[in-house]
């Protein structure tokens, strides 16, 4: 019943800009955590920002100061600004929202990924 749809990805060259979009199908209702995980050959899924409901943030150490997250909570979208971009910021990048009631178990979602590659 949620879908996500995610759209942005591409080539940039190193040190260029580009922003991730992530839209939650309609009727999906709301969600407590809204973010974007990556992962790169080789390794293993990270993090790279989320934001809550209440507007608190975390972004991963490897992006910290690099990149800016978002949410429209009216149009149930989250969105990913990337500048600076390196080469080590080339991944698959996926959208991910999660919800949860005290004490119940959290209900994640993933996107079907969208490719970043950082090359000159």
């Known amino acids: 019943q949620v879908q996500l749809v995610e759209s942005g990805g591409g080539l940039v060259q190193p040190g260029g800009s580009l922003t991730l979009s992530c839209a939650v199908s309609?009727?999906?209702?709301?969600?407590?955590?809204m973010g974007w995980y990556r992962q790169a050959p080789g390794k293993q899924r990270e993090l790279v920002a989320s934001i809550t409901s209440s507007g608190g943030v975390t972004y991963g150490d490897s992006v910290k100061g690099r990149v800016t997250i978002s949410r429209d909570d009216a149009k149930n979208t989250v969105e990913l600004q990337m500048n600076n971009l390196k080469p080590e910021d080339t991944a698959v990048y996926y959208c991910n929202v999660a919800r949860w009631l005290r004490n119940g178990p959290v209900h994640q979602f993933w996107g079907q990924g969208t490719q970043v590659a950082v090359s000159s």
């Open positions: 309609s009727g999906a209702g709301s969600f407590n955590a």
